[in-house]
C-alpha cells in the first residue's frame, strides 16, 4: 500500500527566505518553484515543501502536539556540527551521545525544530 514518504510541508511566513536558508545553510537544493509551494531536495532525495503560512505561530518545544522535529541524517557529526556552528545555527542544546548514536536538536529562521542525527547502525 504505501511505500513511503515523499515530502513533509513546512508553512513558513517568508517562504523564498527559508528555501534559501535551506540551500545556503543545509545544502539542500530547490527542485521545484509555483506561485503555491517551492521544493527543496535533500542530498538522499529527501523533500521539504515550503509553503506560505497564515496566522500566529503558537509557542512550540519539543513536547507540544503534533509533528516536533525532523531529523536530518549525517555520516559525519562532528563535522556537520562545526559547520553547522560556523553558519550560527542556533542550538537547543549541546549535542548528546547514546548507544553510538549522536543527535543535537536545532532550529531554522522560522522557529521549526530539526534534529541533526548519526545513527551507529540503521533503526531498520
Known amino acids: 500500500m504505501i511505500q513511503g514518504i515523499e515530502h513533509a510541508a513546512i508553512a513558513a511566513a517568508n517562504v523564498s527566505a527559508l528555501a534559501d536558508w535551506y540551500v545556503a545553510t543545509l545544502g539542500f537544493t530547490i527542485v521545484y518553484q509555483s506561485p ?7 542530498a538522499d532525495g529527501g523533500l521539504i515543501e515550503i509553503i506560505q503560512s ?3 505561530r503558537p509557542p512550540q518545544n519539543l513536547k507540544t502536539p503534533g509533528f516536533r522535529h ?13 559547520e553547522l556552528q560556523a553558519k ?20 531554522d529562521p522560522e522557529g521549526n ?12
Do not use: C, M
Request: proline letters at 5%; hydrophobic letters at 45%.
Open 36 to 42: 503555491n509551494a517551492t521544493f527543496v531536495k535533500a
Open 113 to 124: 525544530i530539526l534534529h541533526l542525527l548519526q545513527r551507529a547502525k540503521p533503526l531498520a
Open 54 to 56: 497564515e496566522g500566529e
Open 70 to 82: 525532523l531529523a536530518l541524517t549525517v555520516k559525519d557529526f562532528d563535522a556537520a556540527y562545526a
Open 88 to 107: 550560527n545555527v542556533s542550538f537547543l542544546g549541546p549535542p548528546q551521545e547514546s548507544k553510538g548514536n549522536k543527535v543535537v536538536f536545532f532550529t
